[in-house]
Nanobody, 124 residues
Framework: QAHLVESGGGLVQAGGSLRLSCAASGLDFKDYAMGWFRQLPGKEREFVALVTMRADSTYYGDSVTGRFTISRDNAKSTVYLQMNSLKPEDTAVYYC?????????????????WGQGTQVTVSS
């Protein structure tokens, strides 16, 4: 019954911006920390960003710090990822995930629910 649906991916030129959205349903959104991961071709799914359930803290992977911003709107049960200054190496499928554990944010196995992903392609 829990569903996460990503949207907003697409093709963008290097240096451009995209805003991803992840709409949640079938769960108590306010009780979940929300994270973004991405999967590059031939690689493991890697941590991108997380916002805590109270939105009192945010965390970012080293490769996106200063360029990406995660936020959430509990009234809309939606988490966002604003991506600026995009690089070709950001090309990946981006997934949102939800977790209640309060730990293990970097470990994809700690997340309870996942969306099906949205493709982001950055051209050079």
């Amino acid at each position: 019954q829990a569903h996460l649906v990503e949207s907003g991916g697409g093709l963008v030129q290097a240096g451009g911006s995209l805003r991803l959205s992840c709409a949640a349903s079938g769960l108590d959104f306010k009780d979940y920390a929300m994270g973004w991961f991405r999967q590059l071709p031939g690689k493991e799914r890697e941590f991108v960003a997380l916002v805590t359930m109270r939105a009192d803290s945010t965390y970012y992977g080293d490769s996106v710090t200063g360029r990406f911003t995660i936020s959430r709107d509990n009234a809309k049960s939606t988490v966002y990822l604003q991506m600026n200054s995009l690089k070709p190496e950001d090309t990946a499928v981006y997934y949102c995930g939800a977790q209640t554990k309060g730990w293990g944010m970097y470990d994809r196995r700690s997340y309870d629910y996942w969306g099906q992903g949205t493709q982001v392609t950055v051209s050079s």
